[in-house]
Antibody
Framework: EVQLVESGGGLVQPGGSLRLSCVASGFTFSTYWMSWVRQAPGKGLEWVANINQDGSEKYYVDSVKGRFTISRDNAKNSLYLQMNSLRAEDTAVYYC??????????????????WGKGTTVTVS | QSVLTQPPSVSAAPGQKVTISCSGSSSNIGNNYVSWYQQFPGTAPKLLIYDNNKRPSGIPDRFSGSKSGTSATLGITGLQTGDEADYYCGTWDSSLSAVFGGGTKLTVL
């Protein structure tokens, strides 16, 4: 069974740090792009960051650039999100997501086919 | 304010058809492929449509997707009470970021 399990969420004070982890199983982790997507309480989905198969390409939403770092360890089938200088507006459920991203005839495709159950981060 | 614009809510009766729009620009929908997701309260989203109009295995053909210019549409026919959920569109943007719509709450009356 394809599965993503997040951990590492919790309550942290503004300015603090947290490291989220996501362990993948049931598929060849090293062959997929991966993403973090968050959802603030009562709000919509917000893409946070994604990373390519070998970690050489990383992209971030503007609001987290310089504060968050996405990384992966293919030997451990794991995805990470290091979050520093946390703010109240970072409070959300954070989802780990298996991602398809590429280019066909100069058009990008990007979609998420597997989501974890999420881990909750509260900054207060 | 989301980069992609969706109506906050739509509604229709059981058995009817509903469409949900997603409006963007040439930097996102206009030149890239669109995906759609369904989310029930307290659960993770689920992929419904990818590459504008393709359905993953297991998604019934009651769900369809289309794209024209800088807008995309999700269609749901034969509405069921179990379709009540939030629906999100998503795509890649030339600013090198993924973007989602603000979400649409579907009510089956």
């Amino acid at each position: 069974e394809v599965q993503l399990v997040e951990s590492g969420g919790g309550l942290v004070q503004p300015g603090g740090s947290l490291r989220l982890s996501c362990v993948a199983s049931g598929f060849t982790f090293s062959t997929y792009w991966m993403s973090w997507v968050r959802q603030a309480p009562g709000k919509g989905l917000e893409w946070v960051a994604n990373i390519n198969q070998d970690g050489s390409e990383k992209y971030y939403v503007d609001s987290v650039k310089g504060r968050f770092t996405i990384s992966r360890d293919n030997a451990k089938n794991s995805l990470y999100l290091q979050m520093n200088s946390l703010r109240a507006e970072d409070t959300a459920v954070y989802y780990c997501a298996r991602t398809f991203r590429g280019v066909i005839y100069y058009s990008y495709y990007y979609y998420i086919d597997v989501w974890g159950k999420g881990t909750t981060v509260t900054v207060s | 304010q989301s980069v992609l614009t969706q109506p906050p809510s739509v509604s229709a009766a059981p058995g009817q058809k509903v469409t949900i729009s997603c409006s963007g620009s040439s930097s996102n929908i206009g030149n890239n492929y669109v995906s759609w997701y369904q989310q029930f309260p307290g659960t993770a989203p689920k992929l419904l449509i990818y590459d504008n109009n393709k359905r993953p295995s297991g998604i019934p053909d009651r769900f369809s997707g289309s794209k024209s210019g800088t807008s995309a549409t999700l269609g749901i026919t034969g509405l069921q009470t179990g379709d009540e959920a939030d629906y999100y569109c998503g795509t890649w943007d030339s600013s090198l970021s993924a973007v989602f719509g603000g979400g649409t709450k579907l009510t089956v009356l």
